[in-house]
């Protein structure tokens, strides 16, 4: 059973243009929220991550948004870029262990 | 090597086989973990050790998947009599302490087939 849900399953989105994605959870045990980026060929590598405590985190061009109450938390990429194509996965946290959503694959176009 | 690094990178096996998954984490880290990752799907937490010991291999989805950490580095994923549904890639992270807020480092992983 998936704990974190994930959406859009894809998305493109012109250079310069916002892509945002979504992730729900149940789990109140969940205490750290990680995106991670994926390229083909490669293993995920941590890209920004928020606690349950800050509604915002912003790392450059990164944003999460995390909303308690609703269990929701999300990713919106500013100024995106060609070399942000990739697959996102948002994913929680509880102990050591990480639970992943199913991941959006993100296409930026020049 | 910065890096986690597993072998091999790729991997085809025929149905019954056995296969041997290697990972070798970052030097000094404590904490080792093993992934599934089907394809289309998020990494999905197989077993954790910590050092050499087993803490948890709760997601391992049968008996014929076992793991070991003897010395407490190096670490292999052995699947057994393999079948169709145990084809996915592979990833194994380390850590640098037990501690939960520690980052998870990946590695490439291994795809693995099943013929």
């Known amino acids: 059973q998936q704990q974190v849900k994930q959406s859009p399953q894809s998305l493109i989105v012109q250079k310069g243009g916002i892509s945002i994605i979504n992730c729900a959870y149940e789990?109140?045990?969940?205490?750290?929220f990680p995106w991670y980026q994926q390229f083909p060929g490669k293993g995920p590598a941590l890209l920004i991550a928020i606690r349950p405590d800050v509604s915002e985190k912003k790392e450059g061009r990164f944003t999460i948004s995390f909303n308690k109450s609703a269990k929701q938390f999300s990713l919106h990429i500013m100024d995106s870029q060609p070399g942000d194509s990739a697959t996102y996965f948002c994913a929680a946290r509880s102990d050591y262990k990480l639970s992943f959503g199913a991941g959006t694959t993100v296409t930026v176009r020049a | 090597g910065a890096g986690v690094s597993q072998s091999p990178r790729y991997k085809v096996a025929k149905r019954g086989q056995d296969v041997a998954l290697r990972c070798d984490p970052i030097s000094g880290h404590v904490s080792l973990f093993w992934y599934q990752q089907a394809l289309g799907q998020g990494p999905e937490f197989l077993t954790y050790f910590q050092n050499e010991a087993q803490l948890d291999k709760s997601g391992l989805p049968s008996d014929r998947f076992f793991a070991e950490r003897p010395e407490g580095s190096v670490s292999t994923l052995k699947i057994q009599r393999t079948q169709q549904e145990d084809s996915a890639v592979y990833l194994c992270?380390?850590?640098?302490?037990?501690?939960?807020?520690?980052?998870?480092?990946f590695g490439p992983g291994t795809r693995l087939t099943v013929l």
């Open positions: 992270a380390s850590s640098l302490t037990a501690a939960s807020y520690n980052e998870q480092f």
């Open positions: 789990n109140t045990a969940f205490d750290y």
